[in-house]
């Protein structure tokens, strides 16, 4: 099997996040959890590695907005609407947020933790496969029945 330049972009960078999740300590549940406690005893060293990964974003974003077409070929999606408002996407990410929550993982550092032979990544990756499939399946079928 030969891999093409983007598979191996990809692959660099993932690998380049999952570093980067593990040594901003996104992969303890801990630490998640106790920057989200706010009544108890507070965390938060979360808010820099957030701030780092908001500037690091903000740079990338600008440099893309520079650029006519993507580096590995075809076209950039169309700019979000305001239909970003929609019920289905605010509920979504209320049940994210309180998965996050109780599990203190959210899926990248889920994985990466699950690389790391942590069982509990396991139950919280099953669980937010099955949420996938029955969102994609209720979305299809909502598309059928017309609404």
């Known amino acids: 099997m030969r891999l093409t330049s983007r598979q191996v972009v990809v692959a660099g960078l993932g690998a380049l996040f ?31 590695v957030m701030g780092g990964a908001s500037g690091a974003y903000m ?4 440099a893309v907005l520079r650029t006519h077409r993507p580096w590995f070929g075809g076209s950039y999606p169309a700019r979000p609407s305001r239909a970003w408002r929609e019920p289905r996407l605010l509920v979504g990410a209320a049940l994210f947020g309180i998965g996050w929550g109780l599990s203190g993982y959210c899926p990248g550092p889920a994985w990466t933790a699950l690389g790391a032979g942590r069982a509990r990544a396991v139950l919280v990756l099953v669980t937010t496969l099955a949420g996938i499939v029955v969102a994609d399946r209720w979305s299809r079928r909502r598309v059928r029945e017309g609404a």
């Open 59 to 62: 740079l990338g974003y600008r």
């Open 18 to 48: 999952g570093v980067g999740l593990t040594l901003g300590g996104m992969t303890d549940p801990a630490r998640i959890i106790g920057f989200l406690d706010f009544a108890g005893r507070w965390d938060p060293s979360l808010l820099f």
